[in-house]
C-alpha cells in the first residue's frame, strides 16, 4: 500500500506534515473506499442481521405476556446492537489481523503518518458502517415490525450516546482483540466465537427471562447486553421494562458501563496492540 503524505508549509517556509487529525478522516475515506470495493463483504455485513432478524422475528412473533409488545418488536433493538457490535468489534479485529499478517501494518509504521491516524481511519469506517447498519435495521423494524419512531427529543439524545458509546467501546476492544489471533486465518474464529457467545447471553437471541442468572451475570460484564438494554429503553415501551432483569431501563448505569469499557478498552489497546506478527517481532 502506497501512503501519499501532504506537506504544508509553515510561517517560515518549512515543510511540515499534517497532524493526525488532519490525516484522520483522509485515512477513514480510504478505509471506507476499501470496504465498498469488496461486494461481497458489504453484503453480508448489511444482510446478515437483517437476515437473523427475519428469521427469528418470523419465528417469534407472539405478544409477549405482560410487556404490551411483540416477540418481534423486542429482536429490533438487540440485533441493532448485535449490528454495531459486528460493524466494530468483530470487523475491525479480523480485518487489523489480516492487515498485521500481510505486512500491511508495517509498511505504514514506517511511513511519516502519525501511527493516530490509521486507528482514526478505522474509527472513520466503523461510524460510518455502524450508522448504515443502524438505519437499515430500523427501516426494516419500522415497516415490518410496528416499531415506532422515538417521539422527543430526550429519547433521540439517547440513541445517540449509546450508539457513540457503544461503538466506541466495541472498537475499541476490537483494535485490542485483534493481537491475540496467532495468523490471519485463525482470526475469524478467535473474535467470531466470544461474539456470538455474548450474543446469546446478553438478551439478543434469547429474551433475558429465559437465560440463567449466572449466563445473565457473565453477560452483563461486556458491552453488548448494555447496549441492548439502552436500545430497549429507546425505541420500547415503558411497559416492556418489566423484562430486564433490574425491571428497569437503568440508563445511568448503562452510561457507566459503557464509559467504563470504553476507558478500559483504550487501555487494552495501549498494552497489547502489535505492528508486526509474532513470527516477525
Do not use: H
Not at 460510518?128 to 419512531?149: H, I, S, W
Amino acid at each position: 500500500m502506497t501512503t501519499t503524505v501532504v506537506r504544508e508549509r509553515g510561517e517560515a517556509g518549512v515543510g511540515r506534515l499534517p497532524g493526525a487529525w488532519r490525516l484522520g478522516p483522509a485515512r477513514g475515506a480510504l478505509e471506507i473506499r476499501q470496504f465498498f470495493r469488496q461486494r461481497d463483504q458489504v453484503v453480508f455485513t448489511f444482510a446478515f442481521p437483517v437476515v437473523l432478524l427475519f428469521l427469528f422475528a418470523s419465528i417469534f412473533r407472539d405478544d409477549v405476556e405482560g410487556a404490551g409488545i411483540t416477540a418481534s418488536q423486542l429482536y429490533v433493538p438487540a440485533m441493532m446492537a448485535a449490528g454495531i457490535m459486528s460493524t466494530s468489534f468483530q470487523a475491525l479485529g479480523v480485518s487489523i489481523a489480516i492487515e498485521r499478517e500481510d505486512k500491511v501494518l508495517r509498511r505504514l509504521r514506517g511511513t511519516p503518518m502519525p501511527p493516530a491516524a490509521y486507528f482514526l481511519g478505522k474509527i472513520w469506517l466503523v461510524v460510518f458502517t455502524g450508522l448504515l447498519e443502524t438505519a437499515v435495521l430500523l427501516l426494516v423494524g419500522t415497516t415490518c415490525y410496528g416499531v415506532d419512531l422515538p417521539t422527543d427529543a430526550g429519547r433521540w439524545f439517547d440513541l445517540a450516546w449509546v450508539f457513540v458509546l457503544g461503538i466506541t467501546a466495541c472498537a475499541l476492544l476490537g483494535i485490542a482483540v485483534s493481537s491475540v489471533p496467532n495468523s490471519a486465518n485463525s482470526a475469524s474464529s478467535v473474535v467470531v466465537l466470544p461474539f456470538l457467545v455474548l450474543q446469546f447471553i446478553s438478551g439478543v437471541y434469547i429474551a433475558i427471562g429465559t437465560v440463567p442468572d449466572w449466563m445473565l451475570n457473565i453477560g452483563a460484564l461486556f458491552p453488548l447486553k448494555w447496549m441492548c438494554q439502552g436500545l430497549r429503553g429507546v425505541f420500547l415501551p415503558e411497559s416492556a421494562q418489566v423484562l430486564e432483569q433490574a425491571g428497569s431501563w437503568e440508563p445511568g448505569r448503562v452510561a457507566l458501563v459503557l464509559a467504563a469499557w470504553c476507558a478500559g478498552g483504550l487501555a487494552l489497546c495501549l498494552l497489547t496492540f502489535r505492528w508486526k506478527d509474532r513470527r516477525t517481532g
